[in-house]
């Protein structure tokens, strides 16, 4: 077993630990009651995070969840329903946080999470009358984390935001990763802002900072969602110290994240030369390595079990579906030494088959 400290961590992009240059920032924020709307270190954070997407404010929160939540309950009634991809994170990991607001979700399937706008006007019934739930918003992943960091296609965004809007419906983005679909695509932020009522965006992921994600609108709804943030105990005091994280993040790790990138993309070469039918590289668009060991002679859990024994943390999602997340944290020589387990266990996994 090695030893804990030696362990290469793949398992989320959200177990990076700050910076020390990140925590010297922090250290130095100057800090207010937030809940009293002082603290200036928050205050330019939410203008700073709302201008980058072309919209009028924003609300730093703990937790991206929330920043989910706290969006789609201001565009959906209660009663209501909102329809997102099956293995969207608001379908599937958010533990029903829906209900809270008496939103009901219908979803879509689709292969590696990507959009397709018609199947998704398909499902939408808006004004439905007494008999079904009517639909009020559609939320979309971008990047899409069990989809394999997978980047929507722009068009379909495109088209699914003009459509939905003359049929009267709201469009909400889960940007948890928006900031990996704008590096790899070259798409602005802007650009992306101007096709969604609501977005939430992740500092914790891979941007570095420990922890804050923002819900971004126009000032009515984040002014709701202001008084709905304190209901759900979420009101934070001098939390300046995390909003500067937060600069810190924006201002040094943005480009950075085409390095992990490029490591995702090494790791599913070797995955792909060492068992084929695992992954197509060529899927990996961003920092998330989704492996198919439905082929294999061992189920995820087992191969996460033998990766761990080698020093390897690996994510397994599924009975044969494994995540590999890189990030800051992730040296090119860990990197390395990653694709050289994951090499020896897929050969020892597939040899029997
Ligand atoms: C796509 C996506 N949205 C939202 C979240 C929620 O973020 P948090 O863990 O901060 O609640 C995650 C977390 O991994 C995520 O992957």
Known sequence: MADSLEFIDLRSDTVTKPSLEMRSAMARAEVGDDVYSDDPTVNSLEERVAELFGKEASLFTPSGSLANQLSIRSLVSPGEELICETNSHIARAELGAATFSGITTRTWLAERGLLNASQVLDLAKPDSGPYLVSTTAIAIENTHNFGGGSIQPIEEIALLSRQAREL??????????????????GISLLEYGKYFETISVCLSKGLGAPVGSLMISNKERISSARVWRKRYGAGMR??????????????????????????????????ASAAPSTINPDFVETNIVGLDLSKANVSALEFASSAKQKGLLVSALGKSYLRLVTHMDITDEANERAGAILKELLERAFVLK
């Open 168 to 185: 009267g419906l709201f469009l909400h983005l889960d940007g948890a990763r928006i900031w990996n679909a704008h590096v790899a695509s």
């Open 238 to 271: 001098q939390v300046g110290i995390l909003a500067a994280a937060g600069h810190y993040a924006l201002d040094h790790n943005i480009s950075r994240l085409a390095d992990d990138h490029i490591k995702a993309k090494k790791l599913a070469q070797v995955c």
